[in-house]
């Protein structure tokens, strides 16, 4: 089983217009609503891929509830494409406040799309202790899912990624102490985000961080791709993969250093695109892939979710023409010429 966090939970609604103009009123044509945040499109791509997901976070108020009703109904055996999916079992922690909500505002003329994203609910210091308590009882086995209490046989967790932003009241250190309890318990973990919460979680010495290229400038401070990855490695993380956007993926770890990069340009909305990237790198490293076929499946994933509608859902047949033909690099010089 797989653990994916997502502490900044939302409600993910996309408005469909004809044409996006300021100042102007708009007719809507399309809404959709789902489950958002980017352990959530992890754990999508993960259970598409026959792997088992927890996924556990902070959820309130309405709007949480709501999240929570629409992930019962993703995994309802009736949804579509369910019986071909591994389960995605729903562990998130009840707090006072609403769950916070994004809005995409898709242009239907040029496929642009305008992005709102509220900041989330506040979390006290006994939510974020509650939290911290199921979290460790899920990485030991001793945890439901549902944050009820013990259970037997549960399945040892694979690895856990920690991704996205941080809710107000959540100290700016949280993953740096979710990367220090993962390792208490022996559970290799991948850290997603940005800013402090990535500087500080790096220090904790995470198995694996996957910042694009601008997190990781700001991160480092350099601008080259593979200096920053190593200054990354430098400052505690034990293997860097960096996004590098339609460029592909670039990793430096202990065994080496790689490039990947698609074999032609996927047009497309790339949201997610590197949520499915994570999934990619996570589904690999629990099936024993060496580094090169878990880079060629991340970048694979990514082009595949780029041509597809929304975030945590990819194209399987973008992915299966596109998987074979990923061209992989090794060394040093191939990955700088490349990047």
């Not at 003329?109 to 009882?137: M, R, V």
Request: glycine share 12%; aromatic share 2%; charged share 20%.
């Amino acid at each position: 089983m797989f653990l994916t966090v997502t502490l900044n939970l939302a409600l993910d609604v996309t408005y469909r217009v004809p044409r996006l103009r300021a100042h102007e009123s708009h007719r809507i044509t399309d809404v959709t609503e789902r489950p958002g945040g980017k352990g959530l499109n992890v754990a999508r791509v993960l259970a598409a891929l026959g792997h088992p997901v927890t996924v556990t976070g902070l959820a309130g108020g309405p709007t949480g509830a709501h999240v929570r009703a629409l992930l019962a109904a993703e995994a309802a055996p009736a949804a579509a494409g369910a019986a071909a999916r591994a389960p995605v079992t729903d562990a998130l922690v009840d707090v006072a406040g609403n769950t916070r909500r994004t809005i995409a505002v898709v242009d239907g003329s040029t496929g642009d799309t305008t992005q709102l994203n509220e900041a989330g609910p506040e979390i006290t210091a006994e939510e974020w202790a509650a939290f911290l308590d199921t979290y460790a009882a899920l990485l030991t086995g001793t945890g439901t899912g549902t944050s009820a209490g013990p259970a037997e046989g549960a399945a040892p967790v694979r690895a856990v990624a920690l991704c996205g932003s941080l809710p107000p009241g959540v100290p700016v250190g949280a993953y740096a102490e979710l990367v220090r309890t993962a390792h208490a318990a022996g559970v290799p973990v991948l850290l997603d985000t940005s800013g402090e919460p990535l500087a500080r979680g790096v220090a904790a010495r995470p198995d694996l961080v996957k910042p694009n290229a601008e997190e990781l400038t700001q991160l480092t401070g350099a601008t080259e791709p593979l200096r920053a990855a190593d200054d990354a490695r430098r400052r505690g993380a034990h293997a860097v993969v960096a996004s590098l956007g339609a460029a592909g993926l670039l990793a430096v770890t202990a065994d080496g250093t790689w490039r990947a990069a698609p074999p032609r340009h996927v047009p497309g909305n790339p949201t997610g695109a590197g949520d499915s990237a994570v999934a990619g790198l996570l589904s690999g490293l629990a099936e024993g892939l060496d580094w090169p076929a878990r880079l060629a499946r991340a970048v694979a994933l990514s082009a595949a979710t780029v041509a597809a509608p929304v975030a945590g859902e990819f194209d399987t047949a973008v992915h299966a023409e596109t998987l074979p033909r990923i061209e992989i690099t090794s060394g040093r010089a191939a990955a700088r010429d490349g990047a």
